[in-house]
């Protein structure tokens, strides 16, 4: 988008946040690849904040006490602009989410693999910043909370999951969020595949089994 203002802006005061809306300087063309993360006690295994055009794929994640595979926006506490244009394919994420809590908010530790935006309240918005998220071929099991969770997307598709096992740690405390949200959180957590505040997104070919196995297209 270009915008022509027919006056002069104001200067910016100390610290104000800016974003480059060019993706060149926002990652495009970039990968995380064929890498191996293992045993994070506190912390996610991937994270992707404010990026554009950039594939995730062929990684092994896990265990983690917040999210596995991680896309996220924050406009408070770790400003920062919405992602595009990522591709999250053909990776392997194993026991995220537990059984110790994520000590960070239970906003960064509802899925597996998770896709989501939080605002200056700390809640979830209802518009969908995010644009183009591809979540294809993975294998998720055994996670603490939902197997995928993606939240406030407009555009994308969830397609050729496996999902075993999720919702393995009911116990784990949901924190940080207001009433409203931790009872819709609860009840997303039961769910191999959460997509929350989102349009057009497809939800096609996940295979989804509480126990035995099943096979990543």
């Known amino acids: 988008m270009s915008l022509t203002f027919d006056r002069d802006l104001p200067a910016l005061g ?11 300087q926002r990652g495009t063309g970039s990968s995380i690849e064929n890498n191996v993360v293992e045993k994070v006690v506190f912390g996610r295994g991937i994270w992707i904040s404010g990026a554009v055009g950039v594939t995730v794929q062929g990684n092994e994640v896990g265990p983690t006490s917040n999210g596995g595979i991680v896309v996220a926006q924050d406009t408070k506490a770790f400003p920062g ?10 990776n392997k994420v194993a026991g995220s989410l537990g059984p110790m809590a994520s000590g960070a908010g239970s906003h960064i530790a509802v899925g597996a693999i998770m ?16 644009t183009n998220i591809v979540v294809e071929g993975n294998s998720v099991r055994d996670s603490g909370r ?20 999720w919702n393995q740690h009911p116990e784990l405390p949901v924190f940080g969020v207001n009433p409203q949200l931790r009872a819709q959180l609860v009840q997303d957590f039961s769910q191999a595949v959460v997509i929350r505040n989102s349009r057009r997104v497809q939800n096609i070919n996940n295979s989804n089994k509480p126990t035995g196995a099943c096979a990543v297209r």
Do not use: Q, Y
């Open 81 to 90: 602009p919405p992602a595009h244009d990522i591709t999250i394919r053909g």
């Open 14 to 24: 100390p610290s104000f946040g800016m974003t480059f809306a060019d993706p060149n």
């Open 146 to 165: 939902a197997g995928l969770w993606v939240g406030e997307l407009s555009g994308g598709s969830v397609r050729d999951n496996c999902i075993l096992r």
């Open 115 to 130: 896709v989501v935006s939080k605002n200056n309240t700390a809640e979830l918005p209802s518009s969908a910043p995010n």
